[in-house]
């Protein structure tokens, strides 16, 4: 498949390119790794008149540890990250997800960890090519009122897939969004929409700087089910964050479970459950899995690949194994 | 203008469709996004007409009728055989299995895609670049179209250019091909068809998809007595070969192992599928599937080990099977000796942890399907001792034109470097059936081996003038000609070339050899020598399931082949990892998605091709029989790497944890779901 024709601008400092989204909003996109963008752009799901490269911005390559805090470039490679000392002792979660995105040569030439957490929402019936989607009416997604995954939907369905983001969710990760002459920070959990058209609350002229992760002791681990060591996205994944007090108590605890519904789902009141618990309290465990299970699977529809029993099921097995390794790790 | 063997299928599509891939308008532009513009312009407006996607649904009376001429969705090619009496060996078995097993679409995943490009000079004679594994059929197919055309008595000249893999995908010319000479036609330039990856997995074909019923029994000592095969075959909604690979199914049926009362029923079945060609193994892997599979539960049964079951059945040398094969050179045997070698099959094991093993018969000899099993060569030599070959041979990235250059440099006394392979290219290289069947090293190696023979004829009878010497003194290595025991009496090949040019009555070299096996046509019983000689194999396989999740890891494999010899280890071992690679593949995650009939997985990202991450360490034992047809002993290898792999999965998942899979392909959630059904069933005693 060919790319379709497009400008491309190649601007030199932050401020230029801040500049340049300001003037082409939705016109213009984002080119960092591209290996999200390029695909969609050749199957026409995207189609975009200009693309701003980050090519020459190094200044948005960077891991640091700052005032009790990890902080990423948003251009950082993947490769960069699963090289990290810091993110792989301090953010191991983090260091897991990535080392399982894409292949080799996507993680060192071309994916960035601003990508990953970027990348559009999937789904079996919408990621096809401009040929397929020409011989039916259009889904939700695609500018149409319809869904394919579930039958009647009044919206789409699509699923994140994306392994950083449900990592950095359970890191408690916040990221700063730039724009001409303004600047905010966002918690990561309150970063997306629910919405599957447009599944982030981002501005067309807004671009992804940073991603903060605070270092409180914890420890965190991630753990993904694909049919592939490599390629594949997650079929079903969890993140983890366990802190715990002197006496080998969990004293806070994330759960986030990805790839099950339009964003990684964040489950506040199961985390919850696990406070004051033992680290070596494998029931109660099973039971935050279970618990995992039960309030994600509402989200899930039949659009990623393995059958929803089979992806339900092993939410609980992707929670509870990432809650003993994250456990394994503090009793270390 | 019809395609494929059953004429059923027209390069344009015109009334009614039948599948989603129906070809139905052509248009030719000088650019892509001007080609795209003419498209949206042609509306065609279509009446929704029940689909039938089942072919045992589609067998059913009332079913709708895909081809309303054919009066029933069954095709009628008459798939069956019965030799020796299986109601009788049935009855007298003390050991019967019976089972239903279940095979998906694959597809060939050919790194470099189709296309053609087709030209018509003044004359109207047609010059077609094509991907094509059949550069002599294929030139029969277009001429074919151009008499349907009007264009009669014309010539056709096919030209194949270096292709990224054909794995039998190629066998048969597509639609792209005709509908390429029709635009030529139509506009009088040179119209080029390239597909896209998406292009290339909707509008080439699969491997088919079989429902398959096996029964096979034993006596008491492990000896197999009847084998009984029912397989339904979803042939689509048009007619390749795929509907023809029963034809090789009866092979492992009628063969694997000696058995001597055999019956097999093959039905072809329209549905609005895509339709089905050729594959690696051509329904071998399929038929291997249900037949390894049931032998471990009939070993099980019977109280006999996995090996020993295999081994007291195995085929011998010398054997003549129910089906009329004469098995020359067989190493069986010494293949299962190798898996044994690597890991213990039925030793001692860890939990979650288990062992599988499975053979292979193939055909390793030519395989005599069309009415010639030939092909050509010619070869001349030039003055300065160098060799132009010209085969009908197709290389297709296994490595033909190395193999045919070894073959002539070993019987010339040369270097591989200084034979020069010219190959497909109908204008220039002589005929050839077609790159199947595992018989290019076999056929076309024999082929090159007979011209080289010839010309090594002249070159001694010369040698023995200039060097006086007896011809069956002269030894032809590194060059040169020189006498046996007497290597100063020498002289350099292009020298003794030289002087066979000029001199009075001067004389070139060059020779010309038609090889056609000496293997039978089967006949309306399906009997007959069909292959020279067979390749045989054995697959062992080390597995380890999660038990929470249901994901295989297979963590050891061992693939042993016998090959009759080695003409390229190197080259060997690429095909056989390779086609591990693809039975893993088959075996585990592989599938093209339908609904409703249309392909839902067209990219590498959801079609589930084992990754160079997922590939595992392949051991490839060879085993060397020396068959005394082969050019220098050797046998057919490019398919048998991809048939026993599947059944040699199953039957580690089942050694590891006690479920087996009958459903291809062995995914985690059918492996979860079995582990589950069995424990609730062992909770419930």
Redesign the interface.
Known sequence: ??LPRFKYLGPETLDQALDLLNTHKDDAKILAGGTDLLVRMKKGLLKPNILISLKALNELSYIKKQDGYIKIGARTPLADIIASDLIQKEARALFQACEKIG??TIQHYRGTIGGNILQDNRC??Y???D??RSGRQACHKDGGKICYAREEADRCNSTCQSDGATALMALGANITLESKGGQRTVDLANFYTTDGIMPFAMESHELLKEIIIPLHGAQSAYQK?A???????PIVCAGVLLKHSLKKEIEEARIVVGAMGRSPLFLAQVSSSLKGKKLNDTIAFKKAADASMDSSATFAVHNV???L??RC??VS?MVF?ALEQAAKYIKR | MKMGFYKDNPPLKKGKVCSFRDEVAAVAATS?EIAKKALDLIEIEYKELPGIFDPEKAMEKDSPLVHEYHKSNVLKLPWKLHYGDVEKAEKESDFVVEEKFTTQWVTHCCLGTSGAIALFDSNDNLTIHTNTQIPSLAQKDFLESLKAMGLVNKRVRVIKPIIGGGFGSKLDTYAYEHISILLAYACRKPVKIMF????EFKATSTRQPTVIYIKQGCDKKGKLTFRDMKMVLDNGAYTSWGATTPSVMMMPITSLYRVDNVKFNAKCVYTNNTYSQAMRGYGNPQATFAIESTLDMLAQKAGITRVDIRRINRNQPGDLTPQGFKISSCGIAECIDEVEKEFAIDGPKEKGIGTGIASLIHVGGGARIYKSDGCGAILKMDDYGKVDIFTGGTDMGQGLDNITAQIVAEELGLYVEDINVVHSDTDVCPWDVGAHASRSTFVAGNAALGAAKKVKETILEYGSKLLDAACEDLVLSDRTIFVSGNPEKSMPIDKLLRKAHFSPQGKMLMADFFYDPDNENMGKEFKGNMSVTYAFGAHGVKVKVDE??G?VQVLDYVAAHDVGRAINPLLLEGQVYGGVVMGLGYAL?EEVVTKDG?N???N???Y?L?????AIRIKAPVVETYDEYGPFGAKGIGEPGCVPTAPAIANAIYDAVGVRIFDLPI???KV?AALKEKKSATTKI
Do not use: W
């Open positions: 498949m060919r292949a080799i079996h019936h990621n096809q090519s040929f397929h089910l049919y592939r060591s490599a390629i594949d996205y690949g393995a059958t029993d089979y099921a092993m097995q194994q | 892509p896209d990856r998406v292009e929470e999740t994901k995650t249309q839902m997985n067209a590498f990202r959801d589930k084992f990754t160079a991450k997922d995914t985690p959630e979860l």
